[in-house]
């Protein structure tokens, strides 16, 4: 039995993967990365598309080959394992990263101009 996806639900696919990998850092941040790298611009542009592209391609295509989600993805290291690996994922992916890195992208674009 296959599995037809509905058009809202390849829309919403759409948009969960647009904003995957063009979120508000991944438009401010590079720049400022360029500038600050100066001579070095090409090997600061390789590592952020490894790390802003790759990494999440990777995933993608990761939970696509399986066919499912972190528990067909963990399946072969066992449940305790997989649950744990599942946990720091997401705290990474989260509060321990992504949140204090948007929070200074938006502090460096809207504060520091008016603070000096």
Request: net charge neutral.
């Amino acid at each position: 039995m296959t599995h037809q996806l509905r058009s809202r639900d390849i829309i919403a696919l759409g948009f969960m993967t647009f904003a995957l990998f063009v979120g508000a850092g991944n438009i401010i941040f590079p720049p400022m990365v360029g500038l600050q790298a100066g001579e070095h611009v090409w090997t600061a542009a390789f590592g952020f598309l490894i790390t802003a592209v790759g990494l999440p391609v990777l995933t993608v295509v990761a939970l696509a080959k399986v066919g499912g989600g972190v528990d067909s993805l963990s399946t072969p290291i066992g449940k305790v394992a997989g649950v744990l690996l599942a946990t720091v994922c997401y705290l990474a992916v989260g509060p321990l990263f992504a949140t204090p890195r948007t929070a200074t992208v938006s502090f460096e674009v809207g504060i520091a101009p008016l603070t000096g």
